[in-house]
Antibody, heavy 128, light 113 residues
Framework: QVQLQESGPGQVKPSQTLSLTCTVS??????????WSWIRQHPGGGLEYIGY???????YYNPSLKSRATMSLDNSKNQFFLKLTSLTAADTAVYYC????????????????????WGQGTLVTVSS | DIVMTQSPDYLPVSLGERATINCKSS????????????LAWYQQHPGQPPKLLIY???TRESGVPGRFSGSGSGTDFTLSISGLQAEDVAIYYC?????????FGQGTKLDIK
């Protein structure tokens, strides 16, 4: 079955850049039926959508991140990545990668998706 | 952004009874071209990632027990759990995928009364 696993540093200093990796197994990230996504969960429990990368390299980022996020992928390793710059304490969260299951008919010209499955998540703490 | 609001925040229910969680969106999630609602429900146990239960407002994901059901259309949706079992204690989230950025409700904590 499809599985995802996040990896990255547990703690990052303010103003630095966070780099996370998501390793996918059970399906090729080039399958064309998935939007490879990042979602974070703040300490209070709220879930925030970060964005996705499609196998073609097309990306979407939540405007709330004010252009701090960049995603990329490596088909040969079946991995995709998130970089988040200029970190503050407000970026402290559990970061999840997830497969966005593409929906055939979508209201948005970009397509749309829900999330299944999710990785186990990795806690990132921004602190000096 | 589409705002998703769940009610209640906390729901105590007796074992074997029915639990009902509501989710309201600030804009309609119904796409007129195919009459589908772009609304999903997730279950999250402590220390675990969210798990997809329902998509399209009412379609159960494969492997999800039949006691879970989703209903609603437009801006008002409901997740029902009939015959509550101990393993259903969790936080439940709704999510709209009608338009990015995709947004989630604040969560409803379901507990045993």
């Amino acid at each position: 079955q499809v599985q995802l696993q996040e990896s990255g540093p547990g703690q990052v200093k303010p103003s630095q850049t966070l780099s996370l990796t998501c390793t996918v197994s059970g399906v090729s990230i080039g399958d064309g039926a998935s939007y490879w996504s990042w979602i974070r969960q703040h300490p209070g429990g709220g879930l925030e959508y970060i964005g996705y990368i499609y196998y073609s390299g097309d990306t979407y980022y939540n405007p709330s991140l004010k252009s701090r996020a960049t995603m990329s992928l490596d088909n040969s390793k079946n991995q995709f990545f998130l970089k988040l710059t200029s970190l503050t304490a407000a970026d402290t969260a559990v970061y999840y990668c997830a497969r966005g299951v593409a929906v055939v008919i979508a209201p948005s010209p970009r397509g749309t998706n829900f999330f299944d499955p999710w990785g186990q998540g990795t806690l990132v703490t921004v602190s000096s | 952004d589409i705002v998703m609001t769940q009610s209640p925040d906390y729901l105590p229910v007796s074992l074997g009874e029915r639990a009902t969680i509501n989710c309201k969106s600030s804009q309609s999630l119904l796409y007129s071209s195919n009459n589908e609602n772009y609304l999903a429900w997730y279950q999250q146990h402590p220390g675990q990632p969210p798990k997809l239960l329902i998509y399209g407002a009412s379609t159960r994901e494969s492997g999800v027990p039949g006691r879970f059901s989703g209903s609603g259309s437009g801006t008002d949706f409901t997740l029902s759990i009939s015959g509550l079992q101990a393993e259903d204690v969790a936080i439940y989230y709704c999510q709209q995928y009608y338009r990015p950025p995709y947004t989630f409700g604040q969560g409803t904590k379901l507990d045993i009364k």
